[in-house]
């Protein structure tokens, strides 16, 4: 773990120990000998190349012959990795096995929303009460973003993610044991997997703000968001057969050991950091860390314990992601919960065919995401500044899904319902590359805590939304109006973002700010 001093009113790091293959790249960026930090070396010296150039230093010191990369350009810019060097990348790598994570976080969601129609059918459980269970996952998901946020600004993605997935598939896989003994112990299972799971974005953030440089991040949050909806889509369409063949709780079973498999290749291939990584080239690493150059180094000793939530929350750009992130999970909870049961009620298909036309939005959605965040690193690196980018992004992934529902509450039979369903959540992926990237662009150094306080607000809304549907269904006699409502508030929401968020950075330690 690396130190802090002040040189010349400059931060500088200590070297951490590295892997020997790594010694000499992590050397330009971290002067053992005189501790110097980038902005002194800046300065007109002459490098043993002719150049004054710190990057050209650095690009005459690579080696030639990576057996990953080609070698570096001899030109003033590093250029960006052709796709197939990113696709075989360590980071992507990485960034695989952060989507695997996310896939298995959601389908362990989603089994209940399609158990719970056979499991309330058994126990004659009606529609409020059923919201009710649906939303104990929620309880937990409540109490352990801001927590788990300062754990993973403090010691790291890789560890809290490990922890996370251990404890998620131990809940998953307890929950037939906990239904079969009593009511209570199957609320405090789904509570303990929303504690849990109330790690797994936070972490993803903190890994690819670590992993990978500003124009790369809104695809690595692709990857692993698209990760994310398969996983939904899995669990929708799987569950049902899983169900058929070993009983409800088949599928609990299946991803809980599932879980627990992920969490041994993920402590054995990955590291926390690229510098401490053995297997990646060298060229790799060296591209990414002088890419970060320009952002602040994402150490976890630099991090205060205790965060300044007072000014992170005097800010207006913090409150534009609140709200977003508010809007997002009311949405997604409210479709993740009730569109099985939805499609089971008002167009009269059974659980099999409910399940896949509520499954199909959430495979269209991960490709969007992808495509999405691919569109957004080409805007930023065209020259679209980054404050554009987020918001354009965010407005598509708002307004697309408040059209969308006007449409499927209209809607008079299931395709059609679906096609509506489908275009909300395609629309709905852009704003992961609106609101899921910004952390780490307004402050990657609490990028873990602020996407914790979102998570802990957007929690709050989808138990209102989760448990409001349900009673606004039962007094209402309809699922239509409440679809109606989220399309307003889904407006609202895409309103705020544009007028308060920023792509810059935010100083949240200078009291004077």
């Not at 980071?91 to 989603?110: E, Q």
């Not at 709200?323 to 008002?346: D, K, Q, R, T």
């Not at 609101?435 to 998570?455: C, E």
């Not at 209102?464 to 409502?485: M, P």
Request: aromatic fraction near 12%; glycine fraction near 8%; charge should be positive.
């Amino acid at each position: 773990m690396s130190s802090a001093i002040v040189f010349g009113g400059a931060t500088a790091l200590k070297p951490p120990t590295f892997p020997q293959k790594h010694r000499g790249v992590v050397a330009k960026f971290y002067s053992p000998k005189l501790n110097l930090t980038r902005s002194v070396f800046q300065k007109r010296i002459q490098y043993p190349n002719g150049s004054t150039s710190f990057r050209s230093l650095l690009r005459h010191r690579v080696s030639s012959n990576d057996a990953q990369f080609n070698s570096a350009p001899e030109n003033n810019s590093q250029q960006q990795p052709s796709f197939t060097e990113f696709i075989t990348s360590e980071r992507v790598k990485v960034v695989a096995m952060l989507a695997l994570a996310l896939a298995l976080c959601n389908a362990d969601r989603v089994v209940m929303s399609v158990a719970m129609v056979p499991l309330s059918l058994a126990n004659g459980w009606g529609r409020a009460f059923s919201g009710i269970i649906q939303s104990s996952f929620l309880w937990g998901y409540l109490i352990s973003p801001i927590g788990g946020g300062i754990l993973v600004d403090k010691y790291g993605g890789k560890v809290v993610m490990a922890w996370g997935v251990t404890l998620w598939s131990l809940a998953t896989f307890l929950t037939p044991w906990a239904a079969e003994t009593s009511l209570l112990s199957l609320l405090a299972v789904r509570a303990l997997l929303g504690v849990a799971e109330g790690v797994a974005l936070p972490s993803m953030n903190n890994m690819v703000a670590r992993w990978f440089p500003q124009t790369e991040r809104a695809r690595a949050v692709g990857i692993s968001m698209a990760g994310f909806q398969l996983g939904c889509a899995i669990g929708l369409t799987l569950s049902p057969i899983l169900m058929s063949q070993g009983g409800i709780f088949g599928p609990f079973v299946i991803f809980g050991l599932s879980g627990f498999l992920w969490v041994l290749v993920w402590l054995s291939a990955t590291s926390s950091t690229p510098d401490r990584s053995p297997q990646i080239s060298k060229y790799e690493l060296e591209y990414i860390l002088n890419k970060r150059q320009q952002s602040f180094p994402v150490e976890a000793n630099k991090v205060k314990v205790i965060p300044p939530f007072r000014r992170l929350l005097s800010k207006m750009p913090t409150w534009s992601l609140i709200v977003a992130n508010a809007m997002h999970s009311w949405g997604f909870f409210v479709v993740l919960s009730w569109m099985p049961i939805y499609f089971n009620s008002v167009y009269r298909v059974d659980l099999r065919q409910a399940a896949w036309f509520s499954a199909v939005p959430w495979v269209v959605m991960a490709i969007m995401t992808y495509l999405a965040g691919f569109w957004s690193d080409m805007m930023i690196q065209r020259g679209t500044s980054v404050t554009l980018t987020r918001k354009i992004m965010q407005s598509i992934g708002f307004v697309g899904p408040g059209v969308s529902l006007i449409g499927l509450a209209t809607a008079r039979n299931p395709s059609i319902a679906s096609a509506w369903l489908t275009l909300a959540f395609g629309s709905k992926s852009f704003g992961h590359s609106g609101f899921l990237v910004n952390f780490q662009d307004i402050a990657p150094q609490y990028s873990g805590v602020l996407h914790g306080m979102a998570n802990t607000a957007g929690t709050l809304a989808a138990i209102i939304g989760t448990v409001g549907a349900g009673i606004f269904v039962e007094l209402v006699g309809s699922f239509r109006g409440f679809l109606l409502l989220t399309s307003l508030l889904y407006f609202l929401a895409a309103l705020f973002y544009c007028l308060f968020s920023t792509g810059e950075r935010v100083n949240f330690d200078d009291p004077g700010e």
